[in-house]
């Protein structure tokens, strides 16, 4: 829809870059989806794999639109390509491409984790046609010409693949700090647990010994008694009472 003027509308320029976007996307991955299995390998696992592979849909190479169907016809072809017995001379590393495809393809067919995904990819969108925008406001209030550097569709690609990238990143570390404080907590609560079963286990065996040398202590005690009356009578039967000196009167 055409903005006052006859200009295009923000949204409707947003919309039509998005387009342009998913469309050299959606060429780029029929580009590389015939890559042999080596160079699916190295991708797989270049420099930084462990955040590219954090976003499921680059990781299968398949639009994030795509029918449940699409998706596993998309895995098979790319599970076969890098399976670690069709690539003996580099089993390993085909093993680690290998497990993020099945990784990637797990998750996305689990409808919850999907949406996550999606919510991302969307965010990623989102927040650059935000930046667009606000771009564009500075410009306006410049008096200058509203081009930004995003309206070349590579450009504006980039930058939601970039975003994107950083959103999944900031995810995943949350989730490790939440993981690591989540272990801290039960590391700490087991701690506690065994301190307190301990405690216990002196207290009762503290109490057992005192029950069991209960009567030894009560014998000695009464001996102790009947030693000191039997001390006392005896020091009584040495105690002669004093001479009394009776006066002499002259």
């Known amino acids: 829809m055409a903005a006052a003027g006859g200009e295009p509308s923000s949204q409707s320029v947003s919309d039509e870059l998005f387009q342009n976007f998913y469309t050299e996307v959606k060429q780029i991955e029929k580009r590389d989806s015939v890559l042999t ?12 794999s462990s955040y590219f592979n954090l976003n499921p849909f680059e990781v299968l190479q398949i639009d994030p639109e795509a029918t449940d169907d699409e ?4 895995f098979r072809a790319l599970s076969i390509l890098v399976h670690p017995d069709k690539n003996q001379d580099d089993a390993d590393r085909a093993q680690k491409a290998f497990e993020a495809v099945d990784k990637a393809y797990k998750l996305l067919l689990d409808p919850e984790q999907k949406k996550r995904a ?25 008096g200058k010409a509203l081009d930004v550097e995003e309206d070349d569709p590579e450009v504006f690609k980039q930058a939601v693949y970039k975003q994107t990238m950083k959103l999944f990143a900031e995810l995943e570390i949350k989730r490790k700090e939440r993981e690591a404080k989540d272990m801290h907590e039960r590391k700490r609560a087991r701690e506690e647990e065994i301190e307190a079963a301990e405690k216990a286990k002196r207290e ?3 109490q057992k010994n005192f029950e069991e040398t209960r009567d030894g202590r009560v014998d000695s005690w009464r001996n102790f008694q009947a030693k000191g009356k ?16 009776m006066e002499q009167r002259e």
């Open 37 to 48: 299995s080596k160079q699916q390998i190295e991708r797989l696992l270049r420099p930084g």
């Open 71 to 74: 998706l596993k016809k998309r």
């Open 118 to 142: 999606l919510d991302v990819i969307h965010a990623g969108k989102e927040y650059v046609e935000h930046m667009v925008k606000e771009k564009r406001k500075q410009l306006k209030k410049e």
């Open 204 to 206: 009762r065996e503290w």
């Open 230 to 245: 039997s001390k006392e009578k005896k020091n009584r039967s040495f105690l002669k009472p004093p001479k009394v000196k």
